[in-house]
């Protein structure tokens, strides 16, 4: 149980385009979805927490208008990096929650290659 | 305010031998615990967790931790290294609030 996925998981593209990202929890109802995005060999760094319904919560030094995030339902949130440029490169991992005290359960990741 | 530290940046064993990864957390809830494993250009898939129930928790692919409060530690462990087993490693702590702290990670290497 418990399945997040992430779709897709690797995307290369040309700079100035827009990239959507989709987290999908299989079994469950996520209250709460994260996005995280990770840099060569170091920890995950908390992009945005979103509740379904609600607006997301942005992290100091995210720029919302740049990472868009629609949590629409209980088992889907996206992520749209618009105007993507080269330095947006990352692996961007999402993980969706039931509740508060319960573990994240991870997507797979998304590799993003901006040219 | 909520920190979780994972002791050791590197650790490598050989195969068949123990492991012992390290975690210390700071949290002025009682906290819930985990442990996640990261293989290359993979998401986390958790290994354990502690939720005020047991104290010594135990987890897939043979991974048990153990809370102790006194020492405000939940190390990982393992009795005998597997090469599968070769990843980085990460501590988690969840406040009552259901905010997640991470560890900095622990990358295990096994040697044959």
């Known amino acids: 149980g418990a399945v997040v996925s992430q779709h897709p998981s690797w995307v290369i593209c040309k700079s100035g385009t827009s990239v959507k990202i989709e987290c999908r929890s299989l079994d469950f109802q996520a209250t709460t979805m994260f996005w995280y995005r990770q840099f060569p060999k170091q920890s995950l760094m908390l992009m945005a927490t979103?509740?379904?319904?609600?607006?997301?919560?942005?992290e100091q030094g995210v720029e919302k208008d740049k990472f868009l995030i629609n949590h629409a339902s209980l088992t889907l949130s996206t992520l749209t990096v618009t105007s993507a440029h080269p330095e947006d490169s990352s692996f961007y991992i999402c993980?969706?929650?039931?509740?508060?005290?319960?573990?994240?359960?991870f997507g797979d990741g998304t590799r993003l290659s901006i040219l | 305010a909520q920190s979780v530290t994972q002791l050791d940046s590197h650790v490598s064993v050989s195969e068949g031998t123990p492991v012992l990864l390290r975690c210390n957390y700071s949290s002025s809830y009682s906290p819930s615990l985990f442990w996640y494993v990261q293989h290359p250009n993979k998401g986390l898939q958790l290994l354990l967790k502690y939720t005020s129930a047991a104290t010594l928790v135990k987890g897939i692919n043979g991974f048990e931790a153990e809370f102790k409060k006194s020492e405000t530690s939940f190390h990982l462990t393992k009795p005998s290294a597997h090469m599968s087993d070769a990843a980085e490693y990460f501590c988690?702590?969840?406040?009552?609030?259901?905010?997640?702290?991470f560890g900095d990670g622990t990358t295990l290497t096994v040697k044959p």
């Open positions: 979103s509740n379904e319904g609600s607006k997301a919560t942005y």
């Open positions: 993980s969706a929650r039931a509740q508060g005290n319960q573990p994240q359960h």
């Open positions: 988690v702590c969840n406040t009552n609030a259901g905010k997640s702290t």
